[in-house]
């Protein structure tokens, strides 16, 4: 099911809309021009070029030494790709850890990559980085939750905000960065019911990866639903399998994320 014409770009302002109208949303991850016309065709309604790029493409173990020039390359190479999907960014590791930095490189982002919006995985100590950058007309996605940017800090990939003082203080972050000018939420590896709590204090979209059936969208890796990950986690589902062919599992996932059958309870995690 389409809800546009194919050469209607979707706007900042039609996910706002898509949330109004409990249209649920449909992201998927993209790196290069040939999958984002796969996904664009498909009625995806984000490409996000994700830093994750740097483990499904490049081979890393992490996302931490993906570089800014990286990012600037798989993007222009997805937005040759896309002409109806939002084409969003990741901001790499350590490109934003001041406003003129974060200024400085989203601008690159969306001149040379082509982005219509950037991400970054933050928590309030954004909140002036995200500011500055809405305020020179850039859209910002807020991601928070599991920050795989964080890894080193983190010492795993573990579900986020479980316990009272980590869920107030996620949903104190969403707060404030939606305050201070956030277009978009990401959700990674939350409790469902944590998430279904913070979309009910924001009134932007809230997209979920692990995050629960409650999100305004759903967001996934497109190497996990191609069944491409070796140990896939527990959020993701292979389309694939079931689909026969790339376009047809692409399909799959957004029908499943529109009609909310996916994410089922089996991929989220409680508190
Ligand atoms: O980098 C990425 O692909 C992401 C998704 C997992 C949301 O941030």
């Given at each position: 099911?389409?809800?546009?014409?194919?050469?209607?770009?979707?706007?900042?302002r039609r996910l706002q809309e898509m949330r109004a109208s409990r249209t649920p949303i449909a992201c998927?991850?993209?790196?290069?021009?040939?999958?984002?016309?796969?996904?664009?065709?498909?009625?995806?309604?984000?490409?996000?070029?994700?830093?994750?790029?740097?483990?499904?493409?490049?081979?890393?173990?992490?996302?931490?030494?993906?570089?800014?020039?990286?990012?600037?390359?798989?993007?222009?190479?997805?937005?040759?790709?896309?002409?109806?999907?939002?084409?969003?960014?990741?901001?790499?590791?350590?490109?934003?850890?001041?406003?003129?930095?974060?200024?400085?490189?989203?601008?690159?982002?969306?001149?040379?990559?082509?982005?219509?919006?950037?991400?970054?995985?933050?928590?309030?100590?954004?909140?002036?980085?995200?500011?500055?950058?809405?305020?020179?007309?850039?859209?910002?996605?807020?991601?928070?939750?599991?920050?795989?940017?964080?890894?080193?800090?983190?010492?795993?990939?573990?579900?986020?905000?479980?316990?009272?003082?980590?869920?107030?203080?996620?949903?104190?972050?969403?707060?404030?960065?939606?305050?201070?000018?956030?277009?978009?939420?990401?959700?990674?590896?939350?409790?469902?019911?944590?998430?279904?709590?913070?979309?009910?204090?924001?009134?932007?979209?809230?997209?979920?990866?692990?995050?629960?059936?409650?999100?305004?969208?759903?967001?996934?890796?497109?190497?996990?639903?191609?069944?491409?990950?070796?140990?896939?986690?527990?959020?993701t589902k292979d389309f694939l399998a079931e689909a026969g062919s790339i376009r047809g599992a692409v399909?799959?996932?957004?029908?499943?994320?529109?009609?909310?059958?996916?994410?089922?309870?089996?991929?989220?995690?409680?508190?």
């Amino acid at each position: 099911m389409s809800v546009h014409s194919p050469q209607t770009r979707i706007t900042t302002r039609r996910l706002q809309e898509m949330r109004a109208s409990r249209t649920p949303i449909a992201c998927l991850t993209a790196y290069d021009a040939g999958f984002a016309a796969v996904l664009d065709a498909a009625g995806v309604d984000v490409v996000l070029v994700g830093d994750s790029l740097g483990m499904v493409v490049q081979g890393l173990e992490t996302t931490v030494p993906v570089t800014l020039e990286h990012m600037i390359y798989h993007t222009s190479l997805a937005a040759r790709g896309t002409r109806r999907a939002l084409l969003m960014a990741d901001m790499p590791f350590m490109s934003y850890a001041s406003p003129e930095q974060a200024l400085a490189n989203a601008a690159r982002l969306i001149q040379e990559g082509g982005a219509q919006m950037v991400k970054l995985e933050g928590d309030g100590a954004q909140e002036a980085v995200v500011a500055s950058l809405s305020r020179h007309g850039i859209p910002v996605c807020a991601h928070l939750g599991l920050r795989p940017q964080y890894i080193h800090k983190l010492g795993g990939y573990r579900v986020q905000g479980r316990d009272s003082h980590a869920a107030e203080r996620m949903i104190h972050d969403a707060v404030a960065l939606q305050n201070a000018g956030a277009d978009l939420l990401l959700l990674e590896c939350v409790p469902a019911l944590l998430a279904a709590e913070i979309r009910g204090m924001v009134d932007i979209p809230v997209i979920g990866i692990g995050a629960g059936v409650e999100c305004d969208g759903q967001i996934l890796v497109l190497q996990d639903v191609l069944g491409m990950t070796a140990r896939p986690p527990r959020f993701t589902k292979d389309f694939l399998a079931e689909a026969g062919s790339i376009r047809g599992a692409v399909e799959a996932y957004v029908s499943a994320v529109r009609e909310r059958r996916f994410p089922g309870p089996e991929h989220g995690f409680s508190a």
